[in-house]
């Protein structure tokens, strides 16, 4: 009953969200994906005795982003992604490879034809026949179009929240690179900022930072996060480093002000 669980998780999800229960969301959000995971392996479990690899790919900005499916006797055991250079013979020289180290199963399905030098080095390699099929319409084809779903939720789902992002605020430019600005408190007693950013739409941990506050002592946000903000870029600019697309200050429209003011 994989359908009717994923509406009430997604349901339960929105509303922790809304409750700002985030850490709840986030749970649900998991089971989500683990869902959509069990759900997908339903989907391709077929009648089959025999294992089966299927391949596809996009290419975009001179890049190849290829999936593979693992299919064991029609049951889906293993999903492998790659991303590498485009050049007119990139898939026979993935197919040759990656064949070379991977086990060859006895039917690989392709979105397009595999010349028969390469069946011959495949069907050499596995001492018996390997089947290569392209197919057009039917399951086999169904199950083509799903990887090509997959390898856009995995490789292009990020960019497609930013390029939503950029339409709600208005932005002129994609907001590849965001930085978040907030400020705690130690023991009721002093404050600290800190700066998360994410590139690409994933968190880059390698670039968060902590801020101890300096040009005051005690407690006052609006003045500890405009001290922090300018410290950051105040720093980036004099080193004619590269600056975010989109600075996101946690707060309301007076800490935006004051901030923006500094």
Known sequence: HTKSILKKTKQKMKTNANEKKYEKAIEYREQLRALEDLKERQRMERNKTF???????????????LMLFNVYKGTLINKQEFVFDYNPDFFEEFIIQYYSDNIIPKEIITPNKISQSIK?????????????HQPKIGDKKNLLDLITKNIEIVFFGNLKKLEDLKK??????TPLVIECFDISHLSGTSSVGSMIQLRNGEFDKTN????KIKSFSGIDDTRSLAEIVYRRYYRIVKENSELPDLIVIDGGRPQLNFTVKE
């Open 208 to 211: 968060y930072r902590r801020f």
């Open 120 to 132: 011959t080095f495949l069907e050499k390699k596995r001492k018996r026949k390997v089947i290569l």
């Open 168 to 173: 709600d605020l208005n932005l002129q430019e």
């Open 51 to 65: 294992n089966e690899d299927i391949i596809n790919y996009i290419v975009k900005n001179n890049k190849v982003y």
